[in-house]
């Protein structure tokens, strides 16, 4: 028998009894459903992870602060040269870290290390409020532009590191609290941002809107200052203070050599926690969130790994009860000189078309149900998210656990085909 014809006669066989057939294919349906929209869900998410970082900044900047001896959360002794870091990774979500104040002298050391081509200390500006005209003043947080940032923007432009003028984005949460129509409303606009000094004097700057931040992982009141806006606040909000005193800053932005591999990267780590300082990107501390998803992914897997192992059984049944109700006919096949080997590739295949109709179904069902259900949370429950599609499909993934239902498939029908193959012609034909 030639192959083509053995594959043929293998579908026909398939469907010789339709409702067990399909009671096992339904199965393994089930199976390849759930490892689909479960890596789906993976996908989908380490995706709007990894823009995330595309928008928080490039993948060659480094925010450096001094690596700390701190080991737990009980009484610390004091350091007089500790300040609070809001960002340091690690530290506890919506509040600051104590960490250890980079000086002009570590800036200068940092500078100094193979591999590193730019440093720029990140000054710490916390301001009171932020007003339109004739609206009223709302709490924001500040956050500058770091090297290789892309900023998602809504509206308008992001604020430009290389002009003199003061400029900032707005977030999108802000603008309509702010009184602004909408985003294009706001972009052009002047508003005011109100900061403190150590005597507790309120200084008021004016600041032109280039344009709207959409929301991401990160405070929904953020403000997206740029270089010039920054100082003028950071200036501000020292007054008085001695000029000795003013250098001391959290962390250090790190920009690496933009030829620089990962490998470059990880070597300036290395040298950096040589010198005493702990070196991170923004990948790095969004990390863990991936760690996250791809465990709860692993264990949605398992359950779907379990589903196809008891449809593979379903499968053993079919094939088995094929066998026995076939056993004339496989002595048959042999009398008529079809081999062994023959035979136990008919079932195979059997086993494997059977497989095949259940991951495909499986497949194309949970790519349209995942892809349903992730439009409809985009446009309610994750309208704040924008870019966010919750449940993703990866050809690649889509083929993987095709390929991998059907070697299940596979070895399931493999004690079925086996038997067959080892029936004895004769007593196959006088089989009743």
Known sequence: MRTVDLVSTAVANTF????????????????????????????????????TVASMGASDVLAVTKTTTATSTGPQKYDPDAVASASQPGGRPGGTTEVTALTDQDITTIGGIAGVEKVVPVTSVSIDYVEAAGGDPYVAQVGSLVAGQTPRIADGSAPDDGSDALQVALPSALVTPLGFADAADAVGATVTIAVTDPVRTQHLVEATVTGVTEDAFGGTTSLTTNTALEKELFTLQNTGVPADQLDRYASASVTVSAAATPADIDQVKAALSDAGYTGTTVADQLGTFESVINGIVLVLNAF?????????????????????????????????????????????????????????????????????????????????????????????????????????????????????????????????
């Open 304 to 432: 779907a790994i379990i589903a196809l192992l008891a449809a593979s059984f379903g499968i053993v049944n079919t094939l088995l009860m094929s066998v026995q109700e076939r056993t004339r006919e496989i002595g048959l096949m042999k009398a008529m000189g079809m081999g062994s080997g023959r035979i136990f590739s008919l079932f195979s295949l059997e086993a494997i078309f059977i497989g095949l109709l259940g991951s495909a179904l499986g497949a194309v069902i949970a790519i349209g149900v995942g892809t349903a259900v992730s439009a409809q949370l985009a446009a309610s429950l994750f309208s704040d998210l924008p870019g966010l599609q919750l449940i993703a499909f990866d050809p690649v993934s889509i083929l993987v656990t095709t390929l991998a239902v059907m070697g299940i498939a596979f070895l399931a029908g493999t004690l079925p085909a086996a038997r067959a193959a080892r029936a004895d012609p004769v007593e196959s034909l006088r089989y009743e």
């Open 16 to 51: 010789r009894s339709k409702t067990r057939t399909i009671l096992t294919v339904l199965a393994i349906f089930v199976g390849a459903f759930t490892l689909t929209i479960t890596n789906g869900l993976g996908t989908g998410i380490n995706a709007f992870i990894d823009s």
